[in-house]
């Protein structure tokens, strides 16, 4: 059985239904795959007609944070593989088919993905192209690529991300038990206006550390619904700097941060020299990187009281 857990909270509902009409075109029968949503707190209580229609059973996590979310999606489902679905993501018709032959072909894989496709709402600037990768758009080739888990594994360059994320049941026990005994790490991931991100890095790490292999194959392919607000400068530059800085709190967790901590009252003299070290003032991209190395900054600073954790 796949359980396929999508967390959400006020989905747009055009979106959302995309995402939904996808999963409701998937080749695997009905029968051996679960639909959970989980509604995260939303304004108003979730209540669309097409999830009814699917099979889909609706689980509320009035505790706002995507980790949260996640968490409430795996205690309520069975299957033995978890595919995490974003309320703005369309998977490929056959990809719940191909999951299963995937992990059932690679008894030792703990966590895969694929391309993830973008679909805009608008056409992006020319400067937005070098800031995919934040939106989580990506596509590594047309050969599957599989990096081995061990205690000391580095992170592998195929890992996947969080939109289309799945995991064996195993591995994502591993990463509930992290949690459980460690329950700062709720924090690393999207919490109402927080753009931290670390959550999806934290949870492929402890699979990986934890003897599992992670993978990417081709075939796995989802496309991503974009909206125009994306791709606005501060977004992007907000987006940046919340990835830096958990990723740097992800790297420490696990034991491969290349960064020192810092004193926290540092960190306004080190952003006010990145400034004119990136020339913020130059161009929106200009202004994204320089939040990067903030939010780098942010992160060492972060560390000054985290104590060193292994999974």
């Keep these: 059985m796949i359980s396929v857990i999508l967390p959400t909270r006020d989905p747009h509902p055009v979106r959302l239904q995309r995402t939904l009409a996808g999963l409701a075109a998937q080749s695997l029968p009905r029968s051996e795959w679960e639909l959970l949503i989980v509604d995260n ?29 996640r968490l409430a999606g795996l205690r309520a489902t ?16 056959h990809f719940l088919r191909l999951v299963r032959a995937h992990f059932t072909a690679h008894p030792r894989l703990g966590a895969a993905g694929g391309p993830v496709i973008p679909k805009f709402e608008q056409s992006p600037p020319e400067w937005a192209r070098d800031f995919f990768g934040l939106l989580a758009v990506r596509d590594l080739g047309s050969a599957p690529i599989i990096a081995i888990g061990a205690d000391d594994a580095p992170w592998p360059h195929c890992a996947p991300v ?35 991100s670390g959550g999806d890095n934290d949870l492929v790490f402890t699979a990986l550390h934890g003897g599992w292999d992670v993978g990417y194959f081709p075939e796995l392919t989802l496309t991503h619904l974009i909206p125009s ?18 990723w740097v709190r992800v790297l420490h967790l696990h034991g491969q941060c290349p960064w020192r901590p810092i004193p926290p009252w540092t960190v306004p003299f080190r952003a006010v020299r990145a400034w004119v070290r ?29 104590p060193s954790q292994s999974t």
């Excluded at 939303?42 to 059973?57: C, E, F, N, Q, V």
Aim: charged share 20%; hydrophobic share 45%.
């Design 41 to 69: 707190g939303s304004t108003k209580p979730l209540a669309d007609p097409m999830i009814a229609a699917i099979g889909g059973r609706i689980v509320p996590e009035t505790t706002a944070g995507l980790s949260r979310a």
């Design 278 to 306: 990136f020339g913020a003032w130059r161009s929106p991209a200009h202004r994204i990187r320089w939040r990067g190395a903030v939010g780098q900054f942010l992160g060492q600073a972060d560390l000054s009281h985290v």
């Design 229 to 246: 607000s994306r791709l606005a400068p501060d977004y992007l530059a907000r987006l940046n700097e919340g990835i830096m800085r958990t």
């Design 78 to 93: 069975r299957g033995d593989i978890v595919v995490f679905v974003d309320d703005d993501n369309v998977l490929a018709p």
């Design 162 to 196: 969080g939109a289309g994320l799945c995991l064996r049941r195993a591995a994502a026990d591993l990463y509930v038990q992290a949690l459980s005994s460690d329950p700062s790490r709720l924090g690393l991931d999207r919490t109402g206006r927080s753009l931290a």
